[in-house]
């Protein structure tokens, strides 16, 4: 199940100004389920591999991608707040 189909309303509950990805309760999940293991349980993603989980094909236990995932759902959260004003 995705995120937009279980919880059509997450958006107004992730602070993109408090955002972090490497975070388990500042990530997207971590935000709106309180715990980013709380948001797998929740949307059925058990087994999974991490990049599956992020629809990415990258290595998200690299430090070194954090920062751009963090600057990637900050674009996506732009752009869902310029939609809906």
Known sequence: MMLNEHT?????MVDKDTL????????VFGQVF???NEGIDVLSLHGCDEPQ??????????DVMYPVLDTAWRIVLDHLDARSA
């Open 8 to 12: 059509p309303e997450w958006r107004g």
């Open 53 to 62: 989980r992020y629809g990415l094909d990258l290595d998200v236990r690299n």
């Open 34 to 36: 309180g715990d980013f």
């Open 20 to 27: 972090a990805m490497h975070h388990t309760s500042r990530c």
